[in-house]
């Protein structure tokens, strides 16, 4: 019996050739899985700064779409009137607002809170005029003919902009109040 008798199970060998497989493995496993969790992670951060941007885009197009006055236009605040009151938009450090001046005065609301920190020599607001040229203040409502507004993130480089014609511009191309 001594004879025919195997003994049973790994040798040393075998047992250290199939851990090592098994780590390498593990680590091709969970370099997938990090791969794949990032990937997820940076594609909801940018839908949601993307849904952010095009919200508060349409708040702000919605609410100089009807600017019947611009009092102070600067790259990063315009105080405008509407029907509905007095405005002002305004980028501070990393929000825009949108606050009501007039009766009855609302606190601020924010649109934006992502915007970075330093926007460089960037503008949130630019003014033109019909030709193309600079619009400011005293050249009064009926020659501003476009406020373009840019929507920077740093979180992922995603710029949204836009092009607002008021109006109450009374050029011949913009979309005229009834």
Known sequence: MHGDQRQRGFSLLELIATLAIAGILAVALTTIVVTAMDGYVFSRVSADVSQKGQLALARMRMELLNATAVSTATADRIAFTNPDGSY???????IVTLRRTSAPAVAAKTLVDSMPAIYGADQLFAYQK???SAWNTSDGIADLFAIDIILKFDSNSTVLQTSINPRANRLRVAPQML
């Open 88 to 94: 002002e938009l305004e980028r501070t450090g990393t």
């Open 130 to 132: 019909e030709d193309g």
